[in-house]
């Protein structure tokens, strides 16, 4: 049993970084409506333009967490801008922008996977030599320390603009009715302009985590897409809050399932779960039951 403790600290960490990719793809979800693709991209990209201001160019940390979040910022509404409006504005159906979405995640993990070669790399000259903080028997590094605040500081944050500010009431009224929201003056573009450049600032940070934790490659932001879209769908698609209990039940899902068996299963675990919900409850943990 004295597994058990890591297993927790385990399970924390990978609920943090899978509920900031949840919670970022839900906002953008829930103003527009449609599967973002493009959005793990994003990661990759916060997370290799970390390793080339701070290991390439040599910036101090914070500059470098700074510039990768601004990048995957202004790239996820570059997206937005040159591609999901005007397609918006011909009226294409959701199907048609989830293939767009699928064609810019393509192009920009090709242009990462040229600029950088396919090589695995780490961020250790940004975190240095890790110091470890102990949970009984388990142990979790200042680095996992402050990926789980993150976390959590940026639902109170979400919670706290999406309720407490007009913006928020803007964003809701979007989700609820993006004709309606027309109709009564707010400028929708705007707004959904805003949420994809804070859900793609987040996704940005989620990717610098996990190059900070592990390590990067180009293909990191389609794995971090795969767990965040599926602890969407379990904490309710389109619920900023629901995304963030789907993902610390599928980071304990899948730690806690590789118990006795393979780590190669925990994959496997994620999907398992996914298909349960979708047959039990397709509207997810916070998600309303359509009627």
Partial sequence: MDIVPQLIVNSLIAGSLYALVAMSFNLIFGATKFFNLSHGVLAAVGGYTAFFLGTTLGAPVSVAV???????????????????RPLRKRKASNLVLLVASLGAFTAVEAIIAILFTSQFR???????TPGVVHLGTGVMTYVQVVILASAVAILILLWLVLTRTSFGKAVRAVSDDEEVAKIVGINTNKIIGIVFIVGSAIAGLAGVFAGMDTGIEPRMGFVLLLK??????????????GGFLGAF???????????????EWKDAIAFAI?????????????????T
């Fill in 274 to 290: 996914l298909i349960i919900f979708l047959l039990v409850r397709p509207q997810g943990i916070l998600g309303k039951k359509k």
């Fill in 122 to 128: 780490t961020l250790s000259s940004l975190t240095g």
């Fill in 228 to 241: 965040g879209v599926i602890a969407a769908i379990v904490g309710g698609i389109g619920s900023v809050y």
């Fill in 66 to 84: 700074a510039g990768a979040v601004i990048a995957a910022a202004a790239i996820g509404y570059g997206f937005e801008f040159f591609i999901f």
């Fill in 249 to 263: 039940l599928l980071g304990f899902a899948e730690n806690f399932g590789i118990w006795y068996i393979s780590g």
